[in-house]
T-cell receptor, first 111, second 116 residues
Framework: GNSVTQMEGPVTLSEEAFLTINCTYT??????LFWYVQYPGEGLQLLLK?????DKGSNKGFEATYRKETTSFHLEKGSVQVSDSAVYFC??????????FGPGTRLSVLP | ETGVTQTPRHLVMGMTNKKSLKCEQH?????MYWYKQSAKKPLELMFVYNFKEQTENNSVPSRFSPECPNSSHLFLHLHTLQPEDSALYLC???????????????FGPGTRLTVL
C-alpha cells in the first residue's frame, strides 16, 4: 500500500536558520507529492507540489524535489522566520487512490 | 482563502445532543472529503464523496452520518457522540479525473468539536 514517513518533531530553530524536514514515501507507480502546512487554529494549506520525478516544487521560499531513486521529497528553506512556525505534512496522491498524509512535523522558530 | 468554508468553527456538545457540521466549497470541484484530526494522531480520512456519491467509508462509527446533497455542500451529522470524538474535523475538496493533474486537495479551516 501507499505510505508516507516524516521525521519526528518537534523541530526548533532560531530565526534565519536552514530548515530541512525529511519525507520518504512508499507507493507503486508514479504518485504526485505534496507538502501542506497547518498554522495554529487553521486547516491545512497546500504549500507546494511535484507531479513527476526530478520536479521541484517551490513556494514562499520553501522547496522540495521529487527524488524517485530515493523515494524522497524533503522540504527545505534557506532562512526560516518566526511566521513559519506551524505543522508541516507530507502527502502523496496515487492516481485513483486516496490521499495519504504523513503524521506531520511541528516546527517552532524562535526569534 | 475562502475556497472551502466550514461552519461552525467551534462546537461544544453533550453526548445526547444532535448537531451537524457544514462544509461548502466554491471551487467547482467534484469530490469532497471529511477528515478527523486528533491530538498526537495522524490525519484520518473518514468519508469521500465523488460526484455526490459516497465512495469511501473508513470504518467510521454510525454515530457519524455524512450527507452530500450536491457537489458544493457536505454535511456531517453527529448524534450520541463520545468524549473521544472530540477533535478538529476538516473538510476538503478536489477535482478528480482531470487528465495530467494531481488531485490537489483544498481544505477548510475545520470545526473544533468538544464532546462533554
Amino acid at each position: 500500500g501507499n505510505s508516507v514517513t516524516q521525521m519526528e518533531g518537534p523541530v526548533t530553530l532560531s530565526e534565519e536558520a536552514f530548515l530541512t524536514i525529511n519525507c520518504t514515501y512508499t507507493a507503486t507507480g508514479y504518485p504526485s507529492l505534496f507538502w501542506y502546512v497547518q498554522y495554529p487554529g487553521e486547516g491545512l494549506q497546500l504549500l507546494l507540489k511535484a507531479t513527476k520525478a526530478d520536479d521541484k516544487g517551490s513556494n514562499k521560499g520553501f522547496e522540495a524535489t521529487y527524488r524517485k531513486e530515493t523515494t524522497s521529497f524533503h522540504l527545505e528553506k534557506g532562512s526560516v522566520q518566526v511566521s513559519d512556525s506551524a505543522v508541516y505534512f507530507c502527502a502523496l496522491d496515487n492516481y485513483g487512490q486516496n490521499f495519504v498524509f504523513g503524521p506531520g512535523t511541528r516546527l517552532s522558530v524562535l526569534p | 482563502e475562502t475556497g472551502v468554508t466550514q461552519t461552525p468553527r467551534h462546537l461544544v456538545m453533550g453526548m445526547t445532543n444532535k448537531k451537524s457540521l457544514k462544509c461548502e466549497q466554491h471551487l467547482g470541484h467534484n469530490a469532497m472529503y471529511w477528515y478527523k484530526q486528533s491530538a498526537k494522531k495522524p490525519l484520518e480520512l473518514m468519508f469521500v464523496y465523488n460526484f455526490k456519491e459516497q465512495t469511501e467509508n473508513n470504518s467510521v462509527p454510525s454515530r457519524f452520518s455524512p450527507e452530500c446533497p450536491n457537489s458544493s455542500h457536505l454535511f456531517l451529522h453527529l448524534h450520541t457522540l463520545q468524549p473521544e470524538d472530540s477533535a478538529l474535523y476538516l473538510c476538503a475538496s478536489s477535482q478528480t479525473g482531470t487528465s495530467g493533474e494531481p488531485d490537489t486537495q483544498y481544505f477548510g479551516p475545520g470545526t473544533r468539536l468538544t464532546v462533554l
